[in-house]
T-cell receptor, first 112, second 115 residues
């Protein structure tokens, strides 16, 4: 499902650094954008969502949305080894019956 | 967040048999349920979307006669894998959304192994 694209990584950052995860989407009418974290063998868990242009901060996480560029990103400040996981970007497409589509995910490793 | 319970968490079945997976929303009304399949080291692939009381909408390439989805109530959806084959072995995950909520919440997933 190519509606949402992510760099699969792996992305490695040292502990305490900022991890930057990126996602692009193809449907210009998309309304809501989500970041999920998935540990191996587990279901995804929601980190945060954003639907307005600009930044949204929640603790160490900041989501950034640029609808003109069809781009959404997630910044993780003060990265911890426990943040090591696959991060999935999801988009709620407009006018298509409410589907959520996921990107392929970016594998993040935080090195102690 | 809201709780979605998926059962069973693991199932092993023989080739040719059918398996039913249940997905329940415990503390909200799931007006929409999504069913995903995830193969190892791959992303979640949306299989179908179902709205309570309506027929499911299947994604291209997903056989609706093989993957039967029922969403008869606001708290329960089921996925039945009929005449399962080894290539159906995968991690199946449901998620649910209330029309009053922006986000969707996931069940724990079901690891299906067809032998």
């Amino acid at each position: 499902q190519k509606e949402v694209e992510q760099n699969s990584g792996p992305l490695s950052v040292p502990e305490g650094a900022i991890a930057s995860l990126n996602c692009t989407y193809s449907d210009r009418g998309s309304q809501s954008f989500f970041w999920y974290r998935q540990y191996s063998g587990k279901s995804p868990e929601l980190i945060m969502f954003i639907y307005s242009n600009g930044d949204k901060e929640d603790g160490r996480f900041t989501a950034q949305l640029n609808k003109a560029s069809q781009y959404v990103s997630l910044l993780i400040r003060d990265s911890q080894p426990s943040d090591s996981a696959t991060y999935l970007c999801a988009v709620n497409l407009s006018g298509t019956g409410n589907q959520f589509y996921f990107g392929t995910g970016t594998s993040l490793t935080v090195i102690p | 967040g809201a709780v979605v319970s998926q059962h069973p968490s693991r199932v092993i079945c023989k080739s040719g048999t059918s398996v039913k997976i249940e997905c329940r929303s415990l503390d909200f009304q799931a007006t929409t349920m999504f069913w995903y399949r995830q193969f190892p080291k791959q992303s979640l692939m949306l299989m179908a979307t179902s709205n309570e009381g309506s027929k499911a909408t299947y994604e291209q390439g997903v056989e609706k006669d093989k993957f039967l989805i029922n969403h008869a109530s606001l708290t329960l959806s089921t996925l039945t894998v009929t005449s399962a084959h080894p290539e159906d072995s995968s991690f199946y995950i449901c998620s649910a959304r209330d029309r009053g909520l922006t986000e969707a919440f996931f069940g724990q997933g079901t690891r299906l192994t067809v032998v």
